[in-house]
């Protein structure tokens, strides 16, 4: 069974940090790329990052840039996202996602294979 799960999500105040992490088990990790995605109340789901498979290249959002940061262990199956200087727009739940490959940028959450259930990320101001 196919299984992404995210944790490391919580209340934090802005300006501050928190690292989420995504464990994936039942595929071969190392053969896809992840990508984390966001979601706020009565918003679309928007890419925040990806990391691809092959060679660890990564790709951000504009709004994330220079304060996230995406890395992948495939000896441990994981991927992280570090977010540092968060602010109040970054509150959402937070999703990890596997696809073949990045293909250079984050792309349509539709064109995601799998998904994890989310968990909750709150910047207070």
């Known amino acids: 069974e196919v299984q992404l799960v995210e944790s490391g999500g919580g209340l934090v105040q802005a300006g501050g940090s928190l690292r989420l992490s995504c464990a994936a088990s039942?595929?071969?990790?190392?053969?896809?790329?992840i990508g984390w995605f966001r979601q706020a109340p009565g918003k679309e789901r928007e890419g925040v990052s990806c990391?691809?498979?092959?060679?660890?290249?990564?790709y951000y959002a504009d709004s994330v840039k220079g304060r996230f940061t995406i890395s992948r262990d495939n000896a441990k199956n994981t991927v992280y996202l570090q977010m540092n200087s968060l602010k109040s727009e970054d509150t959402a739940v937070y999703y990890c996602?596997?696809?073949?490959?990045?293909?250079?940028?984050?792309?349509?959450?539709?064109?995601?294979?799998?998904w994890g259930q989310g968990t909750q990320v709150t910047v207070s101001s």
């Open positions: 990391i691809s498979s092959s060679d660890g290249s990564t």
């Open positions: 996602a596997a696809k073949s490959a990045c293909l250079g940028y984050i792309d349509s959450p539709w064109s995601y294979d799998y």
């Open positions: 039942g595929f071969t990790f190392d053969d896809y790329a």
